[in-house]
């Protein structure tokens, strides 16, 4: 469930009407409701109770520094993937210890960055990776607590873009190598292994492809303590979907998904740890666009919008799917029809949806695509030097610009011109 909900034929994020957000900001722009924020992290956190967990929000889902403190606020750990997203979880004021590290291609500088900004854990992806850890680790004097993040072979059922835990897949190490690799980073200077990482893929929409991946690391667990190492903590990475169509069949909640977690490995007394990205923010986030004009092709209509591909890349890069309403409510009754729904970058890519129903709607009118918080602004590019549109979080009846639309001048500026020209 989510916050925007329409009151009196108007579409509104919580106590706030999502035309008052256009009139003040212009469209396109992001809007994500702290509530629903709120929301879904403490089902995650409550799913987990009674097991000594950490939910660490992936914010390469969405990561404005607005959602970031806010989550924060609620006691989230964050899983980043780059040096750029661990600045982004110091400056949101989430301590070291709270932070994990994952990512199959960390560099030397991201490794010193973390080892020298405080860390809960890396996870580790491959045998190179953790003698690079090892190096820096040993060369600053410090101890770089690790996991390694295995990759158990399990068809995650998801579009090929986002399933990483097949072995065709370029994440992880094999888990049939696992005890090898285990005893390599147990040889190593500067290394403290403390658990065993998994995530594999996103939007999964059933449970089984997660329960068959956490039985091969629970017995990977007993096998790996048997050979001496001390397995405490178990990341079991994100991935669980949102349902992205209103009224279809729902995925699993996140209360069904802890209650398979504590079944599989609740008796190996290891911490919990998971990583959710998508059902976090997925649901918590709009993107609102206006309609510039409705054009009459041959035996279809187009409604081409003011958002485009570089706004939102979902539908062009995985062929995603998104809810698009109108702000204003249309009346009962009213018969729709179908356009096709795309925005003004040059390319045929920059189709939102083909032959959508929609109620008849005219230029100037406001759409809302639903369920665009995650994998949305953080995808967004300046394609067309179209600017980066505006995020916005609304809080009860407050809102608030959290990234403003840059200039153009703004972005001519980043630009510099040689000396010879
Ligand atoms: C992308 C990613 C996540 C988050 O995935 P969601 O599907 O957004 O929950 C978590 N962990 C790792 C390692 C990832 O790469």
């Known amino acids: 469930m989510d916050h925007?909900?329409?009151?009196?034929?108007?579409?509104?994020?919580?106590?706030?009407?999502?035309?008052?957000?256009?009139?003040?900001?212009?469209?396109?722009?992001?809007?994500?409701?702290?509530?629903?924020?709120?929301?879904?992290?403490?089902?995650?956190?409550?799913?987990?109770?009674?097991?000594?967990?950490?939910?660490?929000?992936?914010?390469?889902?969405?990561?404005?520094?607005?959602?970031l403190r806010t989550l924060a606020e609620l006691g989230a750990g964050m899983d980043v993937v780059s040096g750029g997203e661990y600045a982004r979880a110091i400056a949101a004021g989430v301590p070291g210890e709270r932070i994990v590290f994952s990512g199959v291609g960390k560099t030397v500088s991201e490794i010193e960055q973390a080892l020298t900004g405080g860390i809960r854990q890396f996870n580790v992806e491959s045998e190179p990776e953790m003698q690079a850890i090892s190096a820096v680790a040993t060369r600053l004097g410090v101890t770089?607590?690790?996991?390694?993040?295995?990759?158990?072979?399990?068809?995650?059922?998801?579009?090929?873009?986002?399933?990483?835990?097949?072995?065709?897949?370029?994440?992880?190490?094999?888990?049939?190598?696992?005890?090898?690799?285990?005893?390599?980073?147990?040889?190593?200077?500067g290394l403290e292994v403390i658990g065993i990482d998994v995530h594999i893929g996103s939007q999964l929409t059933q449970l089984e492809p997660f329960e068959q991946a956490y039985r091969k690391v629970a017995e990977l667990t007993e096998v790996l303590r048997a050979d001496g190492h001390d397995i405490r903590r178990l990341d079991?990475?994100?991935?669980?979907?949102?349902?992205?169509?209103?009224g279809n069949e729902a995925p699993p909640l996140p209360m069904d998904y802890g209650a398979m977690v504590k079944r599989v490995l609740g008796h190996l007394g290891c911490e919990i740890e998971i990583e959710p990205g998508r059902l976090i923010v997925g649901n918590a986030g709009l993107l609102v666009s206006a309609v510039i004009y409705v054009k009459s092709g041959e035996g279809r209509d187009f409604l081409i919008l003011d958002a485009a591909m570089n706004d939102l890349i979902r539908p062009a890069m995985y062929e995603a799917h998104h809810d698009i309403i109108p702000v204003n409510e249309p009346a009962p009754g009213v018969e729709q029809q179908p356009y096709d729904i795309v925005g003004p970058v040059c390319e045929s890519g920059d189709t939102f949806a083909k032959q959508r129903a929609m109620p008849p709607l005219t230029d100037g009118d406001l759409v809302a695509f639903r369920s665009a918080g995650a994998y949305g602004a953080v995808m967004s590019s300046e394609y067309n030097t179209r600017p980066l549109i505006p995020e916005v979080l609304v809080k009860g009846d407050q809102f608030a610009v959290i990234r403003a639309r840059p200039s153009y001048e703004d972005i001519i500026n980043r630009d510099s011109i040689p000396e010879w020209l």
């Open 4 to 67: 925007f909900l329409y009151r009196d034929g108007r579409l509104f994020a919580e106590d706030v009407a999502i035309a008052e957000i256009a009139a003040e900001v212009g469209t396109p722009f992001y809007v994500y409701s702290t509530a629903t924020l709120t929301r879904h992290f403490q089902l995650f956190d409550e799913a987990l109770e009674g097991t000594e967990h950490l939910v660490c929000y992936a914010m390469k889902a969405a990561s404005n520094q607005a959602i």
């Open 144 to 189: 770089a607590p690790i996991t390694i993040r295995v990759n158990p072979d399990v068809d995650a059922k998801t579009h090929a873009k986002i399933a990483t835990g097949k072995s065709e897949n370029k994440f992880g190490i094999p888990i049939a190598r696992a005890r090898e690799v285990y005893a390599l980073a147990a040889s190593l200077p």
């Open 236 to 246: 079991l990475g994100g991935g669980l979907g949102i349902p992205y169509t209103r």
